[in-house]
Structures are given as structure tokens and as C-alpha cells.
């Protein structure tokens, strides 16, 4: 008698697990997605009930279920009644034949059905277009006004229509650079670093200091009765080459 009693009391947290039963709720607002829960089944839930992860309620058998360009994981057999939550991505939903195509105005990687997009088409990351490495090269690529660009990854053969990925303007600087001076009004100008072929194959903006000449002076232009501007201008051509407002102390003429 003591044994088997004994063995009831050994059975009974299996009895209480037996009990229990995973449910799923769909959320009529975002369905297929839905809550998970586990519950009391004798009661229905009324003497327990408790929401758990979603995975719980995993069922063997899944599809995938593509909804207003998101996709989901459902039950198959209720299409999301009993399952349903959001996948890491769109490729999952991709129909069978389905490839990556690259949008070059925009800059963007698409998902694409056989049909080139008609029946399906999803956003992806840009990694999903990205051809081998030993198909990529860097280029820049001069701006309409003949100065300054952006350095591109591009396929090596297809070109940018093919893929484009933006880098920062310096990788594309080649080891042999020059720099020149550009005048921009009465008083103004710019610095601009240059591939010693030409502005392009790399041009870029830098500061004024990089076109500095050896041999410069100073010239004075009055505001008013009360203030001036100070000008470190190169010697040659007395700031056509070269100018950059100072502090006021260094047109001071000497005592």
C-alpha cells in the first residue's frame, strides 16, 4: 500500500503537465500575429492561464504567409489561426525563381518574382546585391562642375547600373595628388586636392592651409571708422593665388 502510494504522488506532476495545453490568440488588428498562452485545460484556462514566447506554439508543419510586405511564419493548416509571426525578412515569401536586382537611381537592393516584380516585390539589404568581391572596384566620379565627386564601389565590368555602393571620397585619393587654388569672388576662395591627371579622377575640398605659399604678406581692407579685416595673401599675385582672413595683428605695421 505505501508503494503505491508512493507512486501516485510520483505520477502527479505529469498528471499536472498533461493538463496544460498551449493556446494561440490571434490579434484581429495585426493578424496573423497573435499571443501565445498556456493554460489549465480541464478549467479553459479559468484556474490558469499564462502567455509564454510565441515559439511555444510552434506547430510541425509551417508556411509562409506574404501580407500587406511583410512576411510571415503561419500554421499550415489555418493559414495563421492557430501561428503566426514575423519573419527576420521578405525572403522567406520570395516565390520560387525569385532574384535580387539592384535599383541604381535609388540606391536600393529589390526581391524580385520571375515576372521582374509584378507579383512580388520586397526591399532587402544591400548585401543581398552585392556582387564577389573580384567583381568590385573603386572609382570616382566627378561632379558636372568639374570639381569635387564621390568615390563609388561599382561592378568591375557592368558598371554602377549594375551596383553602387557610396564610400568615403578619400579611399578613392590616388598615392600621387597636387593642389590648386580657387578663386571664388573678391576676397574668397577655395582649396581643392587633385590626382595629378586630373580633377577626374579625384578631386576634393580641403583647408585653405594645403594651398598656403611659401612667400606671403598681408593686406588691410577697411569696414568702417572703427574695424578692418586683416588678409594673408601670397606674395605673387597679391591673393589671386592664395588669401585667408587673419587676426587684425598681423597687418599691424611695425613701430
Not at 28 to 47: I, L, Q, T, Y
Not at 109 to 129: I, N
Not at 153 to 165: A, L, N
Request: proline share 7%; aromatic share 12%; net charge neutral.
Amino acid at each position: 500500500m505505501r508503494c503505491l502510494i508512493i507512486l501516485v504522488f510520483s505520477l502527479l506532476p505529469a498528471l499536472s503537465f498533461a493538463q496544460e495545453v498551449r493556446r494561440w490568440y490571434p490579434n484581429k488588428n495585426s493578424f496573423p500575429e497573435g499571443e501565445c498562452v498556456r493554460m489549465h485545460a480541464p478549467s479553459d484556462g479559468n484556474n490558469y492561464v499564462e502567455k509564454v514566447k510565441s515559439e511555444e506554439c510552434r506547430p510541425e508543419k509551417v508556411s509562409y504567409l506574404w501580407q500587406k510586405n511583410i512576411c510571415y511564419e503561419v500554421d499550415s493548416e489555418t493559414q495563421g489561426q492557430q501561428f503566426g509571426v514575423r519573419t527576420d525578412g521578405p525572403i522567406p515569401c520570395a516565390p520560387e525563381g525569385s532574384l535580387f536586382a539592384f535599383e541604381d537611381k535609388k540606391r536600393e537592393c529589390w526581391l524580385v518574382d520571375p515576372s521582374g516584380g509584378l507579383k512580388f516585390r520586397a526591399k532587402v539589404e544591400m548585401k543581398e546585391c552585392m556582387p564577389a568581391k573580384e567583381n568590385i572596384i573603386k572609382k570616382f566620379f566627378v561632379n558636372a562642375t568639374g570639381l569635387g565627386g564621390e568615390c563609388l564601389e561599382v561592378h568591375k565590368t557592368e558598371g554602377p547600373t549594375r551596383w553602387q555602393w557610396r564610400l568615403n571620397t578619400y579611399e578613392c585619393k590616388p598615392e600621387k595628388t597636387k593642389f590648386l587654388w580657387r578663386s571664388t569672388g573678391e576676397l574668397k576662395g577655395e582649396c581643392w586636392e587633385l590626382a595629378e591627371d586630373g580633377p577626374q579622377y579625384y578631386s576634393e575640398k580641403v583647408g585653405l592651409d594645403s594651398c598656403r605659399p611659401k612667400a606671403v604678406t598681408y593686406r588691410f581692407e577697411r569696414q568702417n571708422e572703427m574695424r578692418g579685416e586683416c588678409y594673408e595673401i601670397d606674395y605673387q599675385t597679391k591673393g589671386q593665388n592664395w588669401i585667408k582672413r587673419v587676426e587684425p595683428k598681423f597687418c599691424r605695421p611695425d613701430p
